[in-house]
């Protein structure tokens, strides 16, 4: 079995800064993609940012700028820190993970169980 589990989540004021990790745990072989995706109340799951093994990051328009994704390959770990938070910023955040649990193995998509962000004064 593979398990995403993240942690970082909270309360925190408008300006404020937090950090969301995502360890991946289980029989994994490697790990292409890590990602973390947000879902407010009434929205559609959107991308926040995506890191590929090699360091390449993608970022969604709304918080390029502000958010930075970083991953330690050695732990399976994907990082989230969100500094200049607003209150649109409040949703479920998701860790999501592109991964072969053995060597010939298809790539198979894993999900978090979501970790509520919540911005306000």
């Known amino acids: 079995q593979v398990q995403l589990v993240e942690s970082g989540g909270g309360l925190v004021q408008p300006g404020g800064s937090l950090r969301l990790s995502c360890a991946a745990s289980g029989s994994i072989f490697s790990i292409s993609v890590m990602g973390w995706y947000r879902q407010a109340p009434g929205k559609q799951r959107e991308l926040v940012a995506s890191i590929t093994s090699g360091g390449s990051t993608n970022y969604g328009d709304s918080v390029k700028g502000r958010f930075t994704i970083s991953r330690d390959n050695a732990k399976n770990t994907v990082y989230l820190q969100m500094n200049s938070l607003k209150p649109e910023d409040t949703a479920v955040y998701y860790c999501?993970?592109?991964?072969?649990?053995?060597?010939?193995?298809?790539?198979?998509?894993?999900w978090g169980q979501g970790t509520q962000v919540t911005v306000s004064a």
């Open positions: 999501n993970a592109d991964l072969r649990r053995w060597v010939l193995a298809g790539t198979s998509n894993y």
